[in-house]
């Protein structure tokens, strides 16, 4: 394996200083020495990436990503420490950078295409490709300004795929364009990948990361945190979401519990002391895919309440609706209320895949307002030794057979 | 027989992965005979500049097509599109012929093309000054998100300037066939067209020097942009366009300054100037400067490129820090 790019006890600082007018500086003169804020972006990064390697630089916002990647393409230099690496290099940090909007579709693709590196000559060679991947002929003699986004975005993806670049520097332009649009530029991108060329991306799709890449770097404010297997990296990146919604969750239920009693709000209902169990109405919040699960609270009523329902919603990691229902969809006709019950909901199974959840309950009429809601008031987590995609654990069994001749003829 | 027709499979099942593999073997091969390069590499500050103009050269292309965008861009919706670059200096010439010669009195014979000699190379020299503060400034967006070498900004202001320029001597060589042939006035080649070259070459190293400077300092100090325009706007004055460098030169002698007089007379543009106007303004030889302007204009130059090559440096400095800056 050839090293093609190798970061060096990196450190990156930025000084924050707001002052950049002549005026402000000599009226702050005095103080803005002392109010100069210095951070750092990234502190002691070492990485060697082999030619070949897709690689993904995962974090959370304001951990360094981005700023990694622009140190290795250049565009900043670092404090302390360097960067080396070997090939030619394109770094679609955004889509589009170079073109301008007052000229044409065409005269955009030589620009952006020469401020890639590629000879004019070149250009003309790949322009009926560039062209054709774009799909916007018609459109190449307009003017770039006249161009719906999704137009705009595709015209630079094909110029940047097009520059033949042995590292590709990739900042979360995959996440624009319509669905059929990425898609392509995903297959152009693993094309890339089997042809042995070097990408880094940077990227919040974590299952991308997973997709695409054999190795995962993860950045916390500016220190690289894990450097290996992406599902482990995803692991821990969902650790941290994990722990950060924990403190949510509880600023959730103080403010909950805060609600003043009695008083003339919008919420005659309260919901409280909501717990997460195994179902027998033991407090559990770690799983494995088909455990019972269950989810309990209180909810106060001060007022009689004859039409009323309970509603559960399982959220992921990615705010994505796992489960939602209510006690009326379940066609369970309650009661009326009037002081306190206590509500459980029990599962026989929990049929999802490793992740974190967020657990949102509510307190409605049956078809009528919300009169409680508490919303991620719960986590809860799910881990699996086995690694799925999606949303749904389904276990599977699977058989291989061997297909006889006589049975292929017979069709 | 057998065996070699599972030979033939073997090979025959192979071809599309052993192609793949082949050409990333290749491609491996490729890279590894490249050589490992420093990002941004910390340059000798004596020493780097040569670095830097091989990196330079290597651009060219972006260069020329950078340029080709200013100009497009510049008049692009405008009916009368490249016209407009004549505008400018024409309105300039009309309304200093028309103060100076009617309001004033002044005797000058062919007074236009006086004016419109110096007003060429003046043109050019604020185009490049005042292109060239904003450039880094203005071109932000795509500093933050490509790479290349970030000369290229003010260069390609150089080079759209150039055009204009040129576009502005076809009018002068056009004025002085006018002034030739309908009028009595002399017009004649001299030796001092010679000079032409020589006083471009200074107001490009000099206009290229300050610019590159001013590009790098307006990305810390912002009012700079602001700040240019008037001192353009007074060392207009201080330069004899509209007004023959005799005059000054007869004022300052007679009241005994001469060490002003030598102050005034240092300012490279109007060695420039005045230079453009001795090769160009036959008609009054007696309104231009006297003196050895071949002397001035090389010295000029000489310290122009020690200039260039500061301010070069100081830009290669500045330079790393223009992306987190904007």
């Known amino acids: ?411 | 027989m057998a065996g070699t027709s599972t030979d033939l499979r073997g090979s025959g099942a192979e071809p599309a992965d052993s192609f793949q593999e082949a050409t990333i073997r290749s491609r491996e091969e490729a890279i590894e005979a490249l050589p490992m390069e420093r990002v941004n590499p910390p340059r000798a500050f004596f020493r780097g500049a040569v670095r830097d103009v091989v990196d330079i050269l290597r651009y060219r292309e972006l260069l020329g097509q950078l340029v080709r965008k200013e100009l497009k861009v510049k008049y692009k919706d405008s009916v009368l599109g490249f016209f407009w670059t004549l505008v400018r200096p024409m309105t300039q010439l009309i309304i200093y012929y028309l103060a100076f010669t009617i309001f004033l009195g002044n005797q000058q014979p062919a007074y236009a093309v006086f004016i419109f000699s110096g007003l060429v190379i003046w043109g050019l020299f604020t185009d490049i000054l005042g292109g060239c503060t904003g450039s880094i400034v203005g071109n932000g967006g795509l500093l933050k998100k490509t790479y290349f070498p970030r000369e290229i900004f003010p260069l390609s202001v150089v080079g759209a300037a150039l055009v204009n320029f040129a576009l502005q001597m076809l009018v002068l060589f056009a004025a002085i066939g006018v002034t030739a042939v309908f009028t009595d006035n002399r017009v004649v080649l001299t030796s001092d067209l010679g000079l032409v070259p020589l006083a471009l070459l200074v107001c490009l190293i000099w206009g290229l020097a300050l610019g590159l400077f001013l590009a790098a300092a307006t990305v810390y100090f912002r009012d700079l942009q602001h700040l240019i325009e008037i001192i353009l706007l007074a060392l207009f004055w201080l330069v004899p366009i509209v007004y023959p460098v005799v005059l000054p030169i007869r004022n300052f002698t007679e009241g005994g300054h001469t060490t002003l007089l030598e102050i005034y007379l240092a300012n490279p543009m109007l060695n420039v100037v005045v230079a453009f106007q001795r090769a160009f303004y036959t008609m009054g030889p007696e309104y231009t400067y006297p003196g050895n302007l071949w002397g001035r204009l090389a010295v000029l130059a000489l310290v122009g490129l020690g200039l260039l090559w500061l301010a070069q440096r100081y830009f290669a400095r500045a330079q790393g820090d223009f992306a987190q800056e904007l």
Request: proline share 3%.
């Open chain 1, 1 to 411: 394996m050839t090293t093609v790019i190798r970061v060096s006890d990196v450190s990156k600082k930025f000084s924050l200083n707001a002052n950049k007018s002549l005026k402000e500086r000599l009226v702050n003169a005095r103080t803005t020495s002392e109010h100069k804020s210095e951070f750092w972006a990234l502190r002691n990064i070492d990485l060697e990436i082999a030619s070949g390697t897709s690689l993904g630089l995962i974090g959370h916002n304001g951990s360094g990503k981005s700023t990694l990647l622009k140190v290795i393409g250049g565009i900043l230099s670092p404090t302390e420490g360097m960067v080396e690496r070997r090939g030619r290099l394109a770094a679609l940090l955004e889509l589009g950078a170079g073109f301008h909007g007052d000229l044409t579709g065409r005269e955009n693709v030589y620009l952006n295409a020469s401020i890639l590196g590629l000879s004019r000559a070149t250009t003309d060679k790949y322009f009926d490709a560039i062209v054709d991947f774009s799909g916007i002929e018609e459109f190449l003699d307009t003017q770039v300004k006249f161009y719906s986004s999704g137009m705009y975005v595709r015209l630079a993806f094909a110029v940047a795929v097009h520059v033949d670049p042995e590292i590709l520097l990739i900042d979360e332009v995959l996440a624009v364009g319509d669905e059929s649009f990425q898609r392509k530029c995903l297959e152009k991108i693993r094309s890339f990948m089997r042809e042995g060329r070097t990408i880094i991306f940077v990227t919040h799709a974590l299952d991308l990361v997973r997709d695409l890449c054999a190795r995962a770097v993860l950045l916390d404010h500016g220190v690289m945190q894990y450097d290996g297997a992406p599902t482990q990296a995803i692991r821990m990146i969902r650790d941290t979401w994990n722990e950060e919604a924990e403190v949510e969750a509880e600023a959730a239920a103080a403010r909950a519990e805060a609600a003043p009693a009695g008083a003339a709000t919008y919420t005659p209902m309260r919901i409280s002391d909501v717990v997460i169990t195994d179902g027998e109405g033991r407090p559990k919040d770690t799983f494995k895919p088909g455990d019972p699960f269950g989810v309990e609270c209180t909810v106060t009523s001060d007022r009689r309440v004859t039409d009323w329902a309970v509603g559960i919603k399982i959220e992921n990691h990615m705010d994505q609706n796992c489960y939602a229902s209510n006690t009326h969809l379940m066609n369970l006709q309650l009661e009326p209320i009037e002081g306190s019950r206590r509500v459980a909901f029990r599962y026989d199974s929990i049929p999802l895949v490793d992740g974190g959840y967020h657990v949102t309950l509510a307190a409605h009429g049956v078809n009528g307002p919300h009169y409680a809601r508490v919303a991620r008031i719960r986590n809860f987590k799910v881990v699996d030794s086995e690694w799925q995609d999606g949303l749904v654990r389904m276990p599977a069994r699977v058989d291989v057979r061997p297909v006889d001749a006589e049975s292929l003829a017979a069709r």
